[in-house]
């Protein structure tokens, strides 16, 4: 698989949604996006209809399964007011990010392998964690269907010698 990923800077950004701590080995993403579903219309001033799967992550995050970061699933919104109770909100500082736009089912996660151990290392970038990751699931987003697209963020910064 070659990749070509867009270098962006990101602006600020105001999302809303719900979030919940997990593990890659006590994954519970079906369940967050099941619960944001079915409340999403409750958010007011929403930007976009695009919504953001977004993750952070320790700062020394390895992908230790068991090691535990935040989740979201949100929406961004123009401005944040009247925050739907049990909701919170996520103000994104921006930032330098790696942007990769994939087409396939959001099951298969042999694109984060391609990434993180092809790309990043023979790039001249390191991820940032400080920063969060995130996916774009567009108007072409398809829960596991192979002919999904969804735009994937990397938070980076260059390598220091």
Avoid: C
């Avoid at 080995?25 to 079906?30: A, F, G, I, K």
């Avoid at 990434?115 to 290392?121: G, M, Q, T």
């Avoid at 567009?138 to 994937?152: T, V």
Wanted: charged share 25%; proline share 4%.
């Amino acid at each position: 698989m070659h990749l070509k990923p867009q270098i962006k800077i990101l602006h600020k950004k105001k999302l809303i949604g719900l979030n919940i701590e997990i593990s890659f080995s006590n994954n519970l993403t079906y369940d967050l996006w099941q619960s944001f579903m079915k409340r999403k219309k409750e958010i007011k001033n929403v930007f976009s209809q695009d919504l953001f799967s977004m993750q952070i992550y320790p700062e020394n995050f390895d992908f230790n399964p068991t090691v535990k970061f935040i989740k979201w699933a949100a929406v961004e919104v123009i401005q944040i007011s009247k925050i739907p109770e049990g909701m919170d909100s996520f103000i994104f500082s921006g930032g330098l990010y790696a942007v990769f736009h994939y087409k396939g089912s959001s099951e298969d996660i042999s694109i984060f392998k391609t990434i993180f151990n092809e790309w990043l290392p023979k790039s001249k970038y390191i991820v940032d964690n400080r920063r969060p990751h995130f996916e774009v699931l567009g108007q072409k987003y398809k829960n596991n269907n192979l002919n999904s697209e969804e735009d994937i963020y990397i938070p980076i910064k260059l390598k220091t010698n």
